[in-house]
């Protein structure tokens, strides 16, 4: 189980954490997610086995949030 940390540029009110957050629920190998509209992060444990950070970050960004930093 991996853990990571993205930094997000473009989340401007509410509806933009529920679109995040149904986007990572439905995302095969998402253990868990948390976003944090106030800090514009998004926490996320996954299974590397079956998604990697990379496609986290591609499918956030497919959504029109930029992906500035990752822990």
């Known amino acids: 189980m991996s853990k990571r940390t993205y930094q997000l540029e473009?989340?401007?009110c509410p509806t933009c954490v529920m679109k995040i957050e149904k986007l990572l629920k439905k995302t095969k190998g998402i253990e868990e997610s948390e976003v944090l509209y106030n800090s514009g992060r998004v926490k996320v444990s996954f299974d590397e086995n079956t998604v990697t950070s990379e496609e986290i970050?591609?499918?956030i960004e497919q959504l029109?949030?930029?992906v500035v930093?990752?822990?």
Do not use: F, I, N, Q
């Open 10 to 12: 473009g989340m401007t």
């Open 57 to 59: 970050t591609a499918a």
């Open 64 to 66: 029109g949030y930029r």
């Open 69 to 71: 930093s990752e822990k």
